[in-house]
Structure formats: structure tokens, C-alpha cells
């Protein structure tokens, strides 16, 4: 399996990687992708997505099985940088969810709210990866406009990852992001697995009846997904500032990494690594706060888009769950004993 990438899952349905220039066509329940002398035959009703990471061709076949049996399929440059999805039709039939969904983003003060409420859970998802290592945010959310709560943001994210940087090891240091093209492995990882999560995000977004092109905090944005930037912000901290913490602890560092110019991009072997510590994480069931109680849940994610789905039909503020650490003991006492200086 060295060009068709699918780690090891608990569920029957899951993502596919391609990683090789690949020929794509359908035949009824099957979708055949070759790549030279290669063939694998993927059964659609195990297909939760696919990422192409790649150069590809695709026929008209392929699409029509992803729209009939509804899975997004995700496109990539050639270092991994996402593009974008085709979706199928949406889920739900109705319009009723996306008059909601608009006219919450027109209405200034119901933006605001929704926007402020993604950006306190993201401070949360930040400070429960933080304090194990006895670290939490001064910054905090402010701002009666979408200008001024992004200002917010990056003043936040400055912050946030100074303190990473103190339980980094140097090779795996953040600094500052610099992403056009990324300068340090760092950067290269972290763009790299956002890039992940806004294609991923934007398929629970889709499935979960919303349409991803509306967005609250990023909605002016030049985007094509704004509202998969939105929900991302929840989930980063556990899903690629939890995966740089994890991979920094194993030891592994040249070796994910080619230099192209001036930029430093993941190789193959480094997107693979990314994508099954992602993959993993998500296989976890999680312990969630919500609403008052905690509950055990194995699909943690799709559940963000449902909890806005359900603000918009009630008209209320929506109720995200809190997403906790879910470093291994292991990483984190790893990163504990490698600290080179505590604030």
C-alpha cells in the first residue's frame, strides 16, 4: 500500500489518500484507482472521502458514484497544500437550513455572537492542550466586530505558540508562521495538517445539511470553504498543534522533511506520519463537555457542525462541546523532560 494511503480504522467507513499520479474510473459499485502497473478497487460503501494528493484524472463515473453515495472528494497540490472538494448535492433537501445559515451571517449582531462563541471554544481546545504542561492564555477574545475579533485571533495564536515553543524541541520550534512557503518543519507540518482538517471539516459540514461556503468568523475571507476555517479553529489544537507536539516526541525529524527553493515542505513519508496521528486521534472515543454533562463520543467532529445545525433551526447560541488534550501520557511526559525553559 505505498500509493493509496488508508491507516488502520475502527469504522467501515474511511478516508482514502492517494499519493501517486492516478487514473480514477467507476464501475457500478467500484471505483478503480491505477497508478502505472497498480490497481486498487475501492467498494464505495466503504469511501468516507478522498484526498488527492497528487496529479490525477477522473471520469464523469467516479462523480456520479460520489454524488449517488455522497462522499466528498478533496484535491491538493503537489506539496500537499489543500485546493479544494467536490461535494454531491447536499444532504438535506430542504432550504429552509440555508436561509437560516445565510441570514445569520447577515444579521451583524447573531454573527458576532456565533463568531465569539467559535473563538471561546478555540481558547478552550488551546488551554486544555496547554496545561498539562502547566501553561495557559493571558489574550482572550475581544472585539464587537468580525475586523477585530481576527485582530484578536492573531494576538491569541501569537501567545499560543510562544508557549509552545516552550516545550518544543528547538528543531520543532514555531517561532512565527510563515506559510507562502513554509521556512521551518514547523510550519510545513501545521499547514500540512490544516489543510487536512479544513477538507475533512468541510465534508462533516456538507454531510451535517450546512453549506461550507457560509462563514461567521471568516466569512469575508477570500476562502472557498469559509465556514470549515470556522469550526477548524475548535479542533486544531487537538488535531495539528497536538499532532506537531506528538510527532516532535518521537524523534523523527529530517527524515519527514525535502527542501524545495527557499521552503521546507513534508515528503511523502512526513504526510503519511501526519495524516495517521490525525487519523488516529480521531478513532478515539472522546470524554466531551457540553450543555452541562459529559459524554462519551467516537465521532467527536462531526458533532461541531451538528451543534451549529441545531443553533440555527432553534435560533439560539450554539452549544460546542469542549474538545480536551488528548496527548498520549507518553508525549507529554516525552516534552516534559526535553524542557528547556519554563515562564
Known sequence: MQWLFQPGLVLAMKDYYVFQNSQLDADESIIKVTSGSEQRRLPVEEVAGLHLLSGYSLTSGVLEIATRHNFPIHVYSYYGA?????????????????????????NSDRRINIAKTIMLHSELAMNKLLSPFGLSLDAKAEGDSVE?????????????????????????????????????????LLSFANGIIYAKMSGYIHRGGLDPRIGYLHGDKRASNPLALDLAEIVKPVL?????????????????????????????????????????????????????????VLLWVEAIPRKLHRALVTDELPKFPVIPCMLSSRTMQTLKNGRTFVP
Open 148 to 188: 477585530d475579533l481576527l485582530l484578536s485571533e492573531a494576538r491569541i495564536r501569537k501567545e499560543y505558540y510562544a508557549l509552545l515553543d516552550t516545550v518544543l524541541p528547538p528543531f520543532w520550534s514555531i517561532i512565527s508562521r510563515q506559510r507562502h512557503p513554509p521556512r521551518r518543519p514547523a510550519d510545513a
Open 82 to 106: 489543500y485546493r479544494g472538494t467536490f461535494f454531491p448535492p447536499p444532504v438535506e433537501p430542504t432550504a429552509s437550513i440555508l436561509v437560516s445559515q445565510v441570514l445569520s451571517h447577515i
Open 240 to 296: 495539528s498543534e497536538g499532532v506537531l507536539l506528538s510527532i516532535a516526541s518521537t524523534g523523527s525529524e529530517s527524515s519527514l522533511f525535502t527542501e524545495v527553493g527557499e521552503g521546507v515542505y513534508l515528503n511523502e513519508a512526513g504526510r503519511k506520519t501526519v495524516i495517521r496521528f490525525i487519523e488516529d486521534v480521531l478513532q478515539q472515543t472522546v470524554r466531551l463537555e457540553a450543555e452541562g454533562k459529559v459524554d462519551k
